[in-house]
């Protein structure tokens, strides 16, 4: 797995949402819930991988891969990405109105999980519907509708969601749209 690390103002690599992806902003006037004192409840953990296509011609695929622990609910929580030996890579964490993201020994802040997913893997990944998606069924806040190929899924905000391995444990979630992005987990047994 590569490590996250600043490449202009991307990081190279993301270890997901994905997704997740992903901490603390140190310094800031604000801490979240989780640094708080308040114990989150397991959302989901196992592995998890996200690979950007090349969005033009010369541009490269970015990959990354690692465990994952998903912590809280859609409206406050943690992503923790772990490298495939279990050192913590880096810790994403929300609350209304703000998110940060610690890695590398660095810290950031963002208005919300949509900026911080666009700043580390270049794409906007939806985080708060990976819970639900994660579980196999659709994020209540948005609309969906069934996959077009009459496949085990469904598609919401853009994205397809594969659910045929479910039972073993794997979901995968697809945008399509340019660049495509494709984020796979493969949950830890319940």
Do not use: I, N, Y
């Not at 994952?68 to 994403?92: C, K, Q």
């Not at 609350?95 to 810290?107: H, I, K, N, S």
Request: with cysteine; glycine share 10%; aromatic share 6%.
């Amino acid at each position: 797995m590569r490590c996250l690390s600043w490449r202009g103002a991307r990081w190279r690599a993301w270890p997901a949402l994905g997704l997740l992806a992903l901490a603390v902003l140190a310094g800031c006037a604000s801490q979240p819930a989780a640094e708080q004192g308040d114990a989150l409840p397991v959302a989901a953990s196992g592995r998890l991988a996200v690979r950007v296509e090349p969005d033009m011609p010369g541009s490269r695929v970015r990959a990354s891969s690692g465990a994952f622990e998903l912590l809280g609910r859609p409206e406050r929580g943690e992503l923790r990405l772990s490298s495939p030996l279990g050192s913590l890579l880096a810790v994403a964490s929300w609350q209304p109105g703000e998110a940060w993201l610690r890695a590398d020994g660095q810290a950031r802040r963002f208005a919300d999980l949509d900026e911080l997913t666009r700043e580390m893997v270049g794409e906007a990944v939806p985080v708060a519907a990976l819970f639900d998606w994660l579980r196999g069924q659709p994020w209540g806040e948005a609309p969906s509708e069934p996959l077009p190929d009459g496949q085990p899924g469904f598609v919401q905000l853009g994205w397809q969601v594969h659910l045929g391995q479910a039972a073993e444990g794997l979901v995968t979630a697809v945008r399509v749209t340019p660049p495509a992005v494709t984020v796979r987990a493969k949950l830890d047994p319940s």
